[in-house]
């Protein structure tokens, strides 16, 4: 009964949202961030503990400020992605600004693939659409699976209608169909600062030991395709975006072994992911334990103040 309901709500407000005038579907997704900004929630306060790393500096007052604004951009990026589907192309375009964009097409035109990485900063949708509808360049990605199956399949649609081409997190199939795209000079975009595997590589991150997932470097180095980190960020009504330099792939010098190598390309990435989250933290929507410190803290209190033996 809850996943029915939660499928029943986010498909009720797919359709209100996209239907409503672009003015009002931004004033409510205000309204919305504000109030549960104010009920200071759990998503909240993760927020919160997750951005005073990314600003050590910051007072209380000035935590408060960006996760109001944190909410506000994460609202944001709901408001827009509902909308999505029914913006023309000259919508999109209008709404976009990317820096370094020629680093991805000299690629493409070289016949290299591109594994363009990314964190969850801003609107990673609409910078896919972009490139779909402007660029008019195929793009492959990869979903994280979500409850209920039908909230799953209703996502994998929307990006679909987008013009993705849309794999499923889960089992190994993925890996092997990115590969294809990659070794055929495709277009392979992936959010990469959250490790869902448990398997990912230890990576210093604002201080603290993080893990990221070794995909995409893998993934790069494997297929001889160019690992562009990119960094997002909302610009008043535009979202920009900034296209990194490429990853590179590190001598027997720096790496022994493959899982040495794609460590050290992980680490480069996160860094890059360092500086965009830092110049923009209030467009990080990342409202989950992040470091193994939050997400073990997390677990003790649903344990009774036990960790696992």
């Given at each position: 009964?809850?996943?029915?309901?939660?499928?029943?709500?986010?498909?009720?407000?797919?359709?209100?949202?996209?239907?409503?005038?672009?003015?009002?579907?931004?004033?409510?997704?205000?309204?919305?961030?504000?109030?549960?900004?104010?009920?200071?929630?759990?998503?909240?306060?993760?927020?919160?503990?997750?951005?005073?790393?990314?600003?050590?500096?910051?007072?209380?007052?000035?935590?408060?400020?960006?996760?109001?604004?944190?909410?506000?951009?994460?609202?944001?990026?709901?408001?827009?992605?509902?909308?999505?589907?029914?913006?023309?192309?000259?919508?999109?375009?209008?709404?976009?600004?990317?820096?370094?964009?020629?680093?991805?097409?000299?690629?493409?035109?070289?016949?290299?693939?591109?594994?363009?990485?990314?964190?969850?900063?801003?609107?990673?949708?609409?910078?896919?659409?972009?490139?779909?509808?402007?660029?008019?360049?195929?793009?492959?990605?990869?979903?994280?699976?979500?409850?209920?199956?039908?909230?799953?399949?209703?996502?994998?649609?929307?990006?679909?209608?987008?013009?993705?081409?849309?794999?499923?997190?889960?089992?190994?199939?993925?890996?092997?169909?990115?590969?294809?795209?990659?070794?055929?000079?495709?277009?392979?975009?992936?959010?990469?600062?959250?490790?869902?595997?448990?398997?990912?590589?230890?990576?210093?991150?604002?201080?603290?030991?993080?893990?990221?997932?070794?995909?995409?470097?893998?993934?790069?180095?494997?297929?001889?395709?160019?690992?562009?980190?990119?960094?997002?960020?909302?610009?008043?009504p535009l979202l920009r975006a900034r296209?990194?330099?490429?990853v590179p792939v590190p001598g027997p010098?720096?790496?022994?072994?493959?899982?040495?190598?794609?460590?050290?390309?992980?680490?480069?990435?996160?860094?890059?992911?360092?500086?965009?989250?830092?110049?923009?933290?209030?467009?990080?929507?990342?409202?989950?334990?992040?470091?193994?410190?939050?997400?073990?803290?997390?677990?003790?209190?649903?344990?009774?103040?036990?960790?696992?033996?």
């Amino acid at each position: 009964m809850k996943e029915r309901l939660t499928d029943a709500g986010y498909a009720l407000a797919w359709a209100a949202v996209r239907r409503m005038p672009e003015r009002a579907a931004d004033a409510l997704g205000r309204r919305v961030a504000d109030t549960t900004w104010r009920r200071r929630g759990p998503a909240v306060l993760q927020l919160e503990a997750n951005l005073a790393r990314v600003v050590p500096d910051a007072g209380p007052e000035r935590l408060r400020e960006l996760s109001r604004q944190g909410m506000r951009s994460y609202l944001r990026y709901w408001t827009e992605s509902f909308r999505l589907p029914v913006w023309s192309p000259e919508r999109i375009e209008r709404g976009v600004r990317v820096e370094g964009i020629e680093r991805v097409t000299d690629a493409l035109d070289a016949g290299r693939g591109v594994v363009l990485a990314l964190p969850h900063l801003a609107n990673w949708d609409l910078a896919g659409a972009w490139g779909t509808t402007v660029l008019k360049v195929p793009l492959t990605t990869v979903a994280e699976r979500l409850r209920p199956e039908s909230l799953y399949d209703r996502f994998v649609a929307h990006r679909e209608s987008l013009g993705m081409e849309v794999l499923p997190h889960t089992g190994g199939a993925a890996l092997g169909v990115l590969a294809r795209r990659l070794r055929a000079g495709g277009l392979v975009a992936l959010v990469a600062d959250r490790d869902l595997t448990g398997s990912g590589g230890e990576v210093e991150f604002f201080g603290e030991t993080a893990r990221f997932p070794l995909g995409p470097a893998k993934l790069a180095r494997q297929t001889g395709a160019d690992l562009l980190p990119a960094s997002l960020w909302y610009d008043g009504p535009l979202l920009r975006a900034r296209i990194h330099p490429a990853v590179p792939v590190p001598g027997p010098e720096e790496a022994a072994t493959r899982e040495e190598a794609a460590l050290v390309m992980t680490r480069r990435m996160a860094a890059r992911f360092a500086e965009g989250i830092a110049a923009h933290p209030q467009d990080w929507h990342m409202l989950q334990p992040f470091w193994p410190r939050d997400r073990e803290a997390r677990a003790a209190a649903r344990h009774g103040g036990r960790t696992r033996a």
